[in-house]
Structures are given as C-alpha cells and as structure tokens.
C-alpha cells in the first residue's frame, strides 16, 4: 500500500532503526518507545490489522510469535517482556498496518 508508513519502512522508502529483519518480517525500534525497549514486529506483506489473518497467514504469525522470545533475549529482557497487538481503531491501533509491540525494561509497569 503506498500510503502506508510500514509499507514503506519495509521498502526502504522511510529509514527505521531496524534490529532484525528476514524474508517474512522487519523489526526496529519505536520512535515514540514506552519502555528502555521498545521494537515493532512487522510482516513484510500488508496486512491491517489482526482480523485480516486468514489461514495462509498461520506460519507467518507463528514465525512473528515465535520470534519474540529471542528478540528479547537479545534486548537483555531476561526478566520478561510484555507483547501488545491493538487491533482497530477502538483497540488504539493507529498505524494500519499488522504489528506487534514487545516491550520491556524495568520501568516498565503493570495495567
């Protein structure tokens, strides 16, 4: 989608702090971060939002889940780390385009 700001991060278009990037996803850190770590999982392909997963998509969410762990090892979030998808306007979703927020970091707090 060209109007996408994802989209374009995944092309090049727009420059991200990227930490991890294959075939199937781009990670890179948050430009507004709520926590010391603060990345953003994206799949290459656009999709919206959570809702727009079809069965096609099962490796690719469980290759984005699976990757998390390690993310956070690397980011030193040995103690934990907390995931976040908001999914649609009413779930706080502002950039429509599938991602998922992994978080961590001692300041970070509880709900």
């Known amino acids: 989608m060209s109007d996408c700001l994802f989209c374009k991060i995944v092309a090049g278009d727009v420059p991200a702090d990227k930490v991890y990037e294959d075939e199937r996803v781009v990670v890179f850190k948050d430009i507004n971060p709520k926590a010391r770590v603060h990345l953003l999982v994206i799949p290459r392909i656009h999709l919206a939002t959570l809702e727009d997963l079809k069965p096609e998509h099962d490796e690719l969410i469980g290759h984005m ?6 993310l956070a090892r690397e980011q ?4 934990g780390f907390r995931t976040i998808i908001n999914t649609g306007k009413g779930g706080g979703q502002i950039i429509f385009h599938l991602h998922i927020h992994l978080l961590g970091g001692p300041e970070l707090r509880g709900f």
């Open 65 to 70: 889940i699976r990757l998390l762990p390690e």
């Open 76 to 79: 030193g979030l040995e103690q």
